[in-house]
């Protein structure tokens, strides 16, 4: 029996090999990337990638909590991250202490992932005093889609950089054990004391996290920071069409996928 991976160790690997990280969202999914991966991100982009909302506001801490169960399930190796639902947990440390541990009971996942920079400080250091590990995210935080006004690419000028490079620091230093930079123009120069986890950020970064349906290219259209390592939304196509062919032509079922008499 193999133990997986804790927040503790992949803090531990600032500096040493790069950490690699995908979202899976259920059982299925997980299965496949468990063997690959340092950690699995189940991430409120769930909401819009498997539910179809066009933003992860929708995202419930009991949607979260469901499908961090089916990942927790189907995986041994990699250490799981659940993110926390928009709601759950900015309005002051103790909400937030009482929805993490909510799901972290429930799923059973090693560590949660939050958003928020300078402000989320405290929060993420009253949880880490309290033993939930903390992913802190910050840069694009799409949580905040409504305030930024759309998903766009953050620090295009030197403020807008400061403040990114604030906020890593102040997440890092409250005690989060990793940093997500999203959608970020490349450097972020000064290095920052937990490991930080790039998507669409800079390959200098400690590791790199992307959606799976995204690098799978089962997702009709992706950001500039997406690499398509697969094609599978076109040959799930062509699977889809030849059945609906063979279904009307009465191809399928063939001998081989009926049920005989035994006797
Ligand atoms: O929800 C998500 O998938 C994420 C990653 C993109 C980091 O937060
Ligand atoms: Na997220």
Redesign the pocket.
């Known amino acids: 029996r193999t133990t997986r991976l804790t927040a503790p160790a992949l803090r531990g690997r600032k500096g040493a090999t790069p950490i690699v990280a995908l979202t899976a969202y259920n059982a299925t999914m997980a299965a496949l990337v468990d063997p690959h991966v340092d950690f699995i991100l189940v ?3 769930l909401a819009m990638v498997e539910h179809g909302m066009a933003s ?1 506001l929708g995202a419930s801490l009991e949607l979260m909590i469901a499908h961090g169960r089916a990942v927790v399930s189907a995986t041994e190796k990699a250490l799981i991250v659940v ?1 926390m639902a928009f709601g759950s947990y900015e309005a002051y440390p103790q909400e937030a202490f009482r929805s993490a541990a909510t799901v972290m009971a429930k799923t059973g996942c090693g560590a949660i ?1 939050l ?1 928020g920079g300078q402000h989320m400080a405290p929060t993420i250091a009253f949880l880490a005093e309290r033993g939930i590990p903390v992913m802190a ?1 910050v840069g694009l935080t ?1 949580q905040a889609v409504n305030a930024m006004g759309g998903f766009r690419s953050q620090g295009h000028d030197d403020a807008a950089r400061d403040r990114i490079l604030a906020d890593a620091k102040a997440v890092s230093a409250a005690g989060a054990f990793a940093v997500v930079l999203e959608g970020i123009v490349e450097p972020l120069a000064e290095t920052i004391a937990a490991p930080s986890i790039g998507i669409g950020a800079s390959a200098a970064c400690d590791g790199q996290i992307l959606v799976l349906e995204d690098m799978l290219g089962l997702t009709p259209r992706v950001p500039r920071f997406v690499k398509r390592y697969g094609v599978l939304g076109e040959a799930a196509s062509q699977a889809i069409a030849d059945y609906a062919d063979e279904v009307r032509s009465r191809s399928f079922p063939g001998p081989d996928h009926v049920y005989k008499p035994r006797g």
């Open positions: 991430g409120d982009s992860t993110d992932k958003e995210h799409p």
